[in-house]
Structures are given as C-alpha cells and as structure tokens.
C-alpha cells in the first residue's frame, strides 16, 4: 500500500486529501480555540475585547475567502494549470515523492512569499491584518487581509512550471498552511530541542508575531524553520513577546481591521513629496517613506 502511494496516486486521492485537511483541521481549530478560551476563562483573563477581536478575526477570515473565491474563479486555477502545460520544463507524475517534494518547495516559497509580505509596502497593507491583533490564539490564525490570497501565486507559480501538477500544489500549500493555523497558540511552550531545531513550532512563531524589537521581521517560515536559519531571520523566544503592531489597531470593528493597512498605505502616498516616491511607497518597507521624510527635513535644516 505504501509502495503503491509513494509511487503512483490517482487525482481523486489528492482532491480527497485536501477535502479532508480543510473540513477536519477547522474542526480541529474550534476544538483548541475552544479549549484556549476555557483556559482564559479560569485564569480570570476573559474580557469583553478578546471575544470582540476573536469575532472579527473569523468575520475577517469571510471576507478574505469572499475576495480570494472570486479571483481563484476567475484566473488563480486557470494560471497554474497554463503554466503546468505550457511553461513547464517537465510534467511530473502524481506520486506521493512528488508530493514530499513540492511541500518542501513550496515551504521554502512560502518563506519568501511571506518575507516580501512584510518587506514590502503593498504586501505589509494586507499582511498588517494578520499581526494587527493584541491577542495570540488559534483564531488569529483565521485573522486574513484583502489581499492575501493573491499575492502568492507570485512564489508559487514557479512550482507549476517546474513540473509538478496544480493539484499537488493546492495540497501543498493546504499543508502549509494548516501546519501554520496550529502554531497560533500560547498554550504549548518549548517543544524538545531537535523539533524545535528543524521545525516551527508555537514559540518560533510566537516571535513572529511580537512586536519587540529583535522579534520584528523574524521567523517567516513555515513548516521548516531551517529556512530562517539559513538566511539569518531567526529569533529565539526569550524576553515575554508582546502581539500586534506599531501603531496599536485600538479597534475591534472589523471593517477598520480589514482594510487599517491600505488606509494607512494611501495615507503614505498622499505625505510622499514626489510622483516617484508616492509609487515607491508600494514596493520599499514599511517605514521607509518615514525615513526618507526624515532625512529631507534634516537637509533643508542644515542648508
């Protein structure tokens, strides 16, 4: 049976595979949210604002799914299946090697995807939703911005034209995801050093998610925390991690949380002091029209 699946899968298996991985892994999600919320309860830590943010990070999560839906109809499917057929160098078989395989490589294209998410001012106005939330639980997970989904396929179309069939990679970037939604968690600590070593496990990614200063733009991987410490993005957890973002979203409505970034990000284009540098602004750092301004104002000082 092993033989038969690392060999040679039919289509049907893989559309089954990711069927079930999306239908009992959010089962799985309420479950430990669940249980999360039971733990905040006895600790006495339950307020009004944590049951607001959960909210909106689930109302947050439809309204990504409404956007993503409507550009997967219309062009994210058909651009991978293009590539597959027409830009590849080769066509893989559907074995469960090949499927080993494009997890790895589509781990290692999520790492990058979601470095450019930060380091870049148009991926930053949708990913910002995602950290945005003071609170660090399974829903946060499920805390999308608008244009999540999209953003992606610029990492992962190569996969396609690499071989490997569109619907390993959907399983594939399933995979990685969900193996991310588990890791939103403060319930488990430290995992043993050589787990913690090789993989990503809740603290790697809870210093992700800080807002402390030499936590900021570290651990973007995965499921393999190799990746980060292979390009020099990795943070231990020490110092007790702070959530959210600079500045503090004080809000709960939804509709400010889902769209905060590119209120933010248009607000930063209107401050530019060229054509240019408003254009510059999508593709630079976040924070990098500040410095610039900076620097302008310090000049016209001195001069």
């Known amino acids: 049976m092993l033989e038969t699946i690392l060999t040679q899968v039919d289509e049907n298996i893989f ?5 079930w991985l999306g ?21 006495k830590q339950m307020n009004w604002r944590l049951i607001g943010d959960s909210v909106s990070n689930f109302i947050t999560l439809y309204g990504y799914l409404g956007l993503s839906y409507l550009f997967l109809a219309t062009f994210y499917v058909s651009a991978f299946y293009f590539a597959y057929t ?13 499927l080993a395989g494009c997890i790895i490589l589509a781990d290692l294209a999520y790492y990058w995807e979601h470095r450019f998410m930060h380091r870049t001012g148009i991926g930053w106005a949708t990913h910002t939703v995602h950290h945005s939330s003071p609170e660090f639980n399974i829903s946060v997970a499920y805390r999308f911005g608008p244009i999540d989904g999209l953003l992606p396929i610029l990492f992962h ?18 995979i990685v ?9 403060k319930l488990v600590k430290k995992l043993p050093a050589p787990i913690e070593a090789i993989f990503n496990t809740p603290s790697h990614h809870r210093v992700h998610h800080g807002r402390n200063r030499q936590y900021l733009d570290k ?10 410490r ?16 600079y500045p503090q979203i004080k809000s709960v409505n939804p509709f400010i949380i889902f769209f905060h970034g590119f209120f933010k ?23 990098w029209l500040d410095s610039q301004l900076n620097t302008q104002q310090v000049k016209s000082k001195t001069q």
């Open 86 to 98: 027409q830009l590849s160098i080769t066509q893989l078989p559907l074995t469960g090697w090949t």
């Open 157 to 174: 179309l190569p996969l396609a034209m690499l071989g490997f069939n569109p619907l390993i990679i959907f399983l594939s970037e399933a």
């Open 23 to 43: 239908d009992w892994l959010f089962v799985i999600s309420l479950g430990l949210f669940a249980l999360e919320l039971l733990v905040v309860t006895l600790r």
């Open 219 to 228: 651990n973007y991987a995965g499921i393999f925390i190799i990746w980060d």
């Open 177 to 185: 995801q969900l193996y991310q939604t588990m890791l939103h968690t």
């Open 265 to 287: 990000l248009f607000q930063q284009m209107r401050q530019a002091n060229s054509f240019s540098q408003a254009c510059l602004v999508w593709v630079k750092p976040p924070g």
């Open 230 to 245: 292979l390009f020099g993005t990795f943070a231990k957890e020490e110092e007790t991690v702070k959530f959210g973002v």
């Open 15 to 19: 559309y089954a595979w990711e069927s």
